[in-house]
C-alpha cells in the first residue's frame, strides 16, 4: 500500500511588497503518526489572512516572522482521523491553527471543537472564527460599545470589516461602509444590509463620505490605515472612539507613502474632538470565543447576520491566490477548501 503523504506549503522567499508564488514552496512528507495524548487532524478548510503576508518578514508589523523553510502557520477546520486523546473522538470536527497543510498532530490544547450543526464549517473561520473575533473584540472590549450612533467601518467588504457591520447592525448602529469600487458599494448595500456606502476609489469619494453621514460618525471601526483616518477625522462627533483593528493599506509598503504630514491634524482631533484612538492584538482575546459565540451564533443560524465567503479549491492553489487578496480582488472570507467535507 502506498504510503499517504502530508502537502505543506513552506516559506520559500521573504517577499517585497505583494506576495508571489514564488515565495512559496509545496512539499510532500509522511502523514505523521500521533504519539500518546496526540490527535491526527486533516485539515479540510484553510483561512488565507493578511497576517499570512506578516508572518512572511519584511512586512510593516511589529510581528515577529517565520522562518525560510517552516510550514506556512494558519488558521484551519479540521476533522480528526486517529485519535489517542480521550477528548477527542474519529470524526470531530476542530479548528486548529496547523497551516497550510493536509495533516497535522496536535495534543489537543490548541483544537477549538465545533459543532458542524450550529452554523457551516466554513463561518467558523469567517465571523465566528478568528476574523469575527476580531470585529466583535474591536466593537466590544477595544471602545466601549455605546448603540445608538453611526458606526463606519473600513475596508468594509473584507472579511473583518464585515463582520463589523453585521455586529453594529445587530447592536443597532446606524452602520455606514467604505469598500473600493461599485460592486463593493453594491455588496455593502444589498448583500450586507448596510445603511449606506462609500466607495473610496470614486472621484467623489469625500461628496459620498459627507452625505453617508449627515449626523457625523461616533464610532470607527478601521482597518485600512492613515489616509483613510485622514479622510473620516472632519466628520468625527465629539468623543468619537476608533478600534483600530488592521492596517491594510501599510502591510506591503516598503517605504513611507511620502505627501503632507497629518499628524498634525491627528493630534488636533484628538485634543479637540476628545478622541479614543485603540488599538489591540487578537490573539490576546482568544478566551473571549464563548463571548462571541454566544452573541454571534444565534444571528448566524437565523439569517440575522450576513456573510460573503470567497472560495479557492486546492491547497495548491493557495500561493497564486493569496496574492489576491491584496488587491482588493477578494470580497468577503478568503477559503481554501482542500479536502472533501465528509
Ligand atoms: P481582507 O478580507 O483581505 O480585507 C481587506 C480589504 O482591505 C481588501 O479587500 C481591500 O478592500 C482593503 N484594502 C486593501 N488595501 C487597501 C488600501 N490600500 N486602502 C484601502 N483599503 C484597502 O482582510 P481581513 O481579514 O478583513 O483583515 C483586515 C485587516 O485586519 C488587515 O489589516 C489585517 O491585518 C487586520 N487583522 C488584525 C487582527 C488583529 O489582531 N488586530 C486580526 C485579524 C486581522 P477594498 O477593495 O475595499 O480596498
Do not use: C
Amino acid at each position: 500500500m502506498s504510503q499517504q503523504l502530508n502537502r505543506r506549503i513552506l516559506l520559500a522567499a521573504r517577499p517585497h511588497g505583494d506576495p508571489k508564488v514564488s515565495d512559496f514552496d509545496v512539499t510532500e512528507v509522511p502523514v505523521p503518526v500521533p504519539g500518546d495524548g496526540q490527535v491526527l487532524i486533516r485539515n479540510v478548510l484553510v483561512s488565507l489572512d493578511p497576517y499570512n503576508r506578516i508572518i512572511m518578514g519584511n512586512a510593516n508589523s511589529d510581528q515577529p516572522p517565520i522562518e525560510i523553510g517552516d510550514p506556512m502557520f494558519g488558521f484551519t477546520i479540521a476533522v480528526v482521523e486517529q485519535s489517542n486523546n480521550p477528548a477527542f473522538a474519529v470524526g470531530d470536527h476542530v479548528g486548529s491553527m496547523s497551516g497550510w497543510q493536509d495533516y497535522a498532530l496536535s495534543d489537543g490544547s490548541d483544537l477549538r471543537p465545533i459543532d458542524p450543526k450550529t452554523a457551516p464549517l466554513s463561518a467558523n473561520l469567517g465571523v465566528l472564527g478568528m476574523t469575527g473575533l476580531t470585529a466583535w473584540v474591536g466593537l466590544t472590549k477595544i471602545i466601549e460599545p455605546k448603540p445608538g450612533g453611526t458606526l463606519l467601518v473600513t475596508a468594509a467588504a473584507g472579511a473583518v470589516g464585515s463582520a463589523a457591520t453585521q455586529i453594529g447592525k445587530l447592536r443597532g448602529y446606524r452602520v455606514v461602509g467604505v469598500a473600493g469600487g461599485p460592486e463593493k458599494s453594491r455588496h455593502l448595500l444589498e448583500d450586507l444590509g448596510l445603511d449606506a456606502a462609500v466607495d473610496y476609489k470614486a472621484p467623489d469619494f469625500a461628496a459620498q463620505l459627507a452625505r453617508a453621514v449627515p449626523d457625523g460618525i461616533d464610532t470607527v471601526y478601521e482597518n485600512v490605515g492613515a489616509s483613510m483616518v485622514v479622510a473620516l477625522l472632519p466628520h468625527l462627533n465629539l468623543r468619537a472612539q476608533i478600534a483600530v483593528g488592521g492596517v491594510m493599506s501599510a502591510i506591503t509598503a516598503t517605504k513611507s507613502p511620502g505627501g503632507p504630514d497629518r499628524l498634525p491634524d491627528l493630534m488636533r482631533a484628538v485634543l479637540y474632538k476628545d478622541l479614543t484612538i485603540r488599538g489591540f492584538s487578537v490573539p490576546d482575546y482568544f478566551d473571549s470565543y464563548p463571548e462571541l459565540l454566544a452573541e454571534l451564533a444565534p444571528a448566524v443560524a437565523d439569517g440575522k447576520v450576513r456573510y460573503a465567503e470567497h472560495f479557492v479549491e486546492g491547497l495548491e492553489a493557495i500561493p497564486a491566490a493569496f496574492q489576491d487578496m491584496f488587491h482588493g480582488r477578494v470580497t468577503g472570507k478568503m477559503i481554501a477548501k482542500i479536502a472533501k467535507i465528509a
